[in-house]
């Protein structure tokens, strides 16, 4: 018996640090495209440290990090990191404002353009930032490895529902591996 909650013990611990993460796909089933609307589709989310955006996009777009300024202005020719490539990762690692737009000539200014706020988890603030923050984001996010070249696939992190599925059979089969014992 020992044996066995161990062994759940050791299954829990390992699963449960990235349960919580979310992948955010970027305007869900429609993706990162210059029809979506990308504020009412962000004030519908909580961002928190640890999650992830994924944009899946055409070969006309690309994802560019900017700062507050470039992001109200739709410049991105000064922009943080720049991906390109059909399908990109943005690891959330650090809380605060964070800003996208598409680099295509008149995509930005069209409505292409992404703000988010990324929360703590044990934050629960609104996901988007006002107008009137002035700040950029914090200079030390590290997003996966940007590219200005095509790269087809950016490295996305572990898949929050396989581990949930893990969790989940651990909590169901447990007490009856103890219950047997």
């Known amino acids: 018996m020992p044996m066995v909650v161990l062994f ?3 299954i829990l611990a390992m699963a449960s640090p990235s349960v919580f993460a979310v992948q955010h796909i970027v305007g869900d089933s ?7 609307d990308y504020t009412t589709w962000a004030d519908s989310k909580t961002f928190n440290v640890g999650d992830t955006l994924l944009f899946n996009y055409g070969g006309s777009h690309g994802v ?4 507050k300024s470039d992001y109200d202005n739709c410049v991105t020719s000064n922009s943080i990191s720049s991906y390109s490539g059909g399908t990109t ?5 650090q809380p605060g404002p964070m800003y996208f737009a598409c680099p295509s000539f008149g995509h930005c200014s069209s ?3 992404l703000a ?3 929360v703590s988890k044990s934050t629960t603030t609104p996901t988007t930032p006002t107008s009137g923050d002035n700040s950029s984001p914090p200079s030390s996010t590290t997003p996966s490895t940007p590219s200005t070249t095509s790269n087809p ?6 898949p929050s ?5 893990v969790v989940g059979i651990s909590l169901i089969l447990g007490p009856l591996f103890v219950f047997m014992c």
């Open 64 to 67: 560019d990090i900017v700062s």
């Open 111 to 113: 409505g292409m353009k």
């Open 89 to 93: 990762t943005i690891n959330l690692t």
């Open 161 to 165: 529902n396989a581990n949930m599925v």
């Open 30 to 36: 429609s993706g990162w495209t210059n029809f979506g």
């Open 116 to 118: 988010i706020n990324v």
């Open 153 to 158: 696939t950016h490295v996305a992190g572990p």
């Open 8 to 10: 759940l013990v050791s």
